[in-house]
């Protein structure tokens, strides 16, 4: 029997299909369809997922050995996941979903045999409010020709298994069944400068203020820890700067002539320039703003900076957009315990201001 749906376009995505297509893939669809400008891709569906392991796994041998790790079994943990992801990694995929990944493949680079493309993870219950599986699963860039994007597929699937990502799931009590990958394939930006943006701070949950860190080439090397990025504190009412921090930036990562990307010493004399300028930073807080209202909460926003594909200048490309979750989680919390009977807050407070 064939998959139902192997693959979907961005376009015809939303937070609604984050079931079908993972929570990266449901954001990245919501944001095309929202107007943002997201570098186009398709997305692998979690029924592709789900018909890959039936193949492989018909008895579902592989959720209930997961389901009966203890997470404090270090040891056997890593066995198991060593196993697992290499009987997917190396497992063959079925004739009509190779066939519909190398059709969307093909027609997002226009018929090129090895257009870029990063391959990235998007995992069902990943970039939610409630858990958050960013830097769990996996993400390939500058990946090209059919038979490595079939290959990083794969890769991302079994990434579901990596030690963190079963760990996590195991300490949190999330079951197994029922979970699912998605793989995003998304056309690369040649980002000159690229980075993070969150539209409250990190560090203080300031919600009047994005923070914007970024740094030159790719925004792996921010996400390795590489390099410091420099760093931007703007208002959202008048989107002035109130701070900048600009670092000594040493290295970059770039493309890869072979596919990949390879690290780059920064030249010399753009070391210590800001990687962003004034004008940059507008269109970053616009979007950003942007982003926030149509979601309707704070972001963590993945974003690049690089040639429109029409080759008419530059342009701010959207990579990921997920809800913040520490100050989120923060808020949440009640600021106060129940009382026993309604106006024993009320008394409490009257207390403290001495009032009788």
Same mark, same amino acid.
């Given at each position: 029997?064939?998959?139902?749906?192997?693959?979907?376009?961005?376009?015809?995505?939303?937070?609604?299909?984050?079931?079908?297509?993972?929570?990266?893939?449901?954001?990245?669809?919501?944001?095309?369809?929202?107007?943002?400008?997201?570098?186009?891709?398709?997305?692998?569906?979690?029924?592709?997922?789900?018909?890959?392991?039936?193949?492989?796994?018909?008895?579902?041998?592989?959720?209930?050995?997961?389901?009966?790790?203890?997470?404090?079994? *270090?040891?056997?943990?890593?066995?198991?996941?060593?196993?697992?992801?290499?009987?997917?990694?190396?497992?063959?995929?079925?004739?009509?979903?190779?066939?519909?990944?190398?059709?969307?493949?093909?027609?997002?680079?226009?018929?090129?045999?090895?257009?870029?493309?990063?391959?990235?993870?998007?995992?069902?219950?990943?970039?939610?409010?409630?858990?958050?599986?960013?830097?769990?699963?996996?993400?390939?860039?500058?990946?090209?020709?059919?038979?490595?994007?079939?290959?990083?597929?794969?890769?991302?699937?079994?990434?579901?298994?990596?030690?963190?990502?079963?760990?996590?799931? *195991?300490?949190?009590?999330?079951?197994?069944?029922?979970?699912?990958?998605?793989?995003?394939?998304?056309?690369?930006?040649?980002?000159?400068?690229?980075?993070?943006?969150?539209?409250?701070?990190?560090?203080?949950?300031?919600?009047?203020?994005?923070?914007?860190?970024?740094?030159?080439?790719?925004?792996?090397?921010?996400?390795?820890?590489?390099?410091?990025?420099?760093?931007?504190?703007?208002?959202?009412?008048?989107?002035?700067?109130?701070?900048?921090?600009?670092?000594?930036?040493?290295?970059?990562?770039?493309?890869?002539?072979?596919?990949?990307?390879?690290?780059?010493?920064?030249?010399?004399?753009?070391?210590?320039?800001?990687?962003?300028?004034?004008?940059?930073?507008?269109?970053?807080?616009?979007?950003?703003?942007?982003?926030?209202?149509?979601?309707?909460?704070?972001?963590?926003?993945?974003?690049?900076?690089?040639?429109?594909?029409?080759?008419?200048?530059?342009?701010?490309?959207?990579?990921?957009?997920?809800?913040?979750?520490?100050?989120?989680?923060?808020?949440?919390?009640?600021?106060?315990?129940?009382?026993?009977?309604?106006?024993?807050?009320?008394?409490?407070?009257?207390?403290?201001?001495?009032?009788?």
């Amino acid at each position: 029997m064939g998959v139902t749906q192997a693959v979907s376009p961005f376009a015809e995505l939303g937070m609604a299909s984050r079931p079908l297509v993972g929570g990266k893939g449901a954001s990245l669809g919501e944001l095309t369809r929202a107007g943002i400008n997201v570098p186009p891709g398709f997305v692998v569906t979690t029924e592709g997922f789900v018909a890959f392991l039936a193949a492989i796994d018909p008895e579902g041998a592989i959720r209930r050995q997961v389901e009966a790790l203890s997470p404090d079994d *270090l040891p056997a943990v890593l066995r198991a996941c060593e196993e697992i992801r290499q009987r997917i990694e190396t497992a063959a995929m079925r004739p009509d979903m190779e066939a519909a990944i190398a059709g969307a493949y093909a027609r997002l680079c226009g018929g090129a045999p090895d257009g870029p493309v990063a391959v990235r993870s998007s995992a069902t219950s990943e970039d939610s409010a409630e858990a958050s599986f960013a830097g769990l699963q996996d993400t390939y860039l500058w990946i090209r020709g059919t038979a490595n994007v079939l290959h990083f597929v794969r890769a991302c699937w079994a990434s579901l298994y990596g030690v963190e990502s079963v760990v996590y799931r *195991l300490r949190r009590g999330l079951p197994e069944e029922g979970l699912a990958m998605g793989v995003v394939v998304q056309q690369m930006v040649n980002s000159r400068v690229s980075g993070v943006m969150f539209t409250r701070s990190p560090t203080t949950g300031d919600r009047s203020v994005i923070a914007i860190e970024g740094s030159w080439g790719l925004g792996s090397a921010i996400v390795s820890g590489e390099v410091t990025p420099d760093k931007v504190v703007v208002s959202k009412v008048t989107e002035e700067v109130i701070s900048r921090a600009v670092s000594h930036k040493t290295v970059m990562h770039v493309p890869d002539g072979g596919g990949g990307t390879r690290e780059e010493a920064v030249p010399e004399a753009r070391r210590d320039l800001p990687c962003l300028s004034d004008g940059d930073i507008r269109a970053l807080v616009r979007v950003g703003k942007h982003i926030e209202r149509h979601y309707g909460c704070p972001q963590d926003i993945e974003w690049a900076i690089g040639p429109r594909a029409d080759g008419d200048g530059e342009a701010v490309f959207l990579l990921q957009s997920r809800p913040e979750t520490i100050w989120s989680a923060r808020d949440a919390k009640p600021l106060a315990g129940p009382a026993a009977r309604p106006f024993d807050h009320v008394f409490a407070v009257l207390g403290k201001r001495g009032g009788g």
